[in-house]
């Protein structure tokens, strides 16, 4: 089992669920997050001050998958993501040591199948 984390621009959240569903990937978690990075944070002017804005919006989704998933996963995430500018967001696997589903104590694979 592997657990993608993926954070991207709001703009692109329907386009990448779309993405994942087309690749049989229908339940995920997600929600709104907060970063910094290489992209620059927007400035805006209220009444001659300059204010900044802080930090840039971005959606964070969770998607635990069987090995079988990553790699498209990742594929239908970066495409329907990518725009080729600085703040598209990156993509994280880690490795799930131990699933279970708590409804029905199934475990593995079969506890995101149940």
Do not use: C, P, W
Not at 45 to 72: C, H, M, N, P, Q
Not at 101 to 114: F, M, Y
């Amino acid at each position: 089992m592997k657990k993608i984390e993926a954070i991207v621009r709001a703009s692109k959240f329907d386009d990448v669920k779309e993405a994942l569903a087309e690749k049989e990937i229908n339940f995920f978690t997600f929600y709104e997050v907060k970063g910094y990075g290489h992209q620059k944070s927007e400035s805006r002017s209220y009444r001659g001050t300059i204010y900044d804005v802080g930090y840039i919006a971005r959606i964070k989704l969770e998607i635990l998958v069987s090995e079988g998933f990553v790699d498209s996963a990742i594929a239908a995430i970066e495409a329907a993501a990518k725009t080729g500018d600085k703040g598209d967001g990156l993509i994280y696997v880690s490795d799930l040591a131990k699933t279970v589903n708590i409804r029905t104590g199934n475990t593995g694979s079969d506890a995101i199948n149940s």
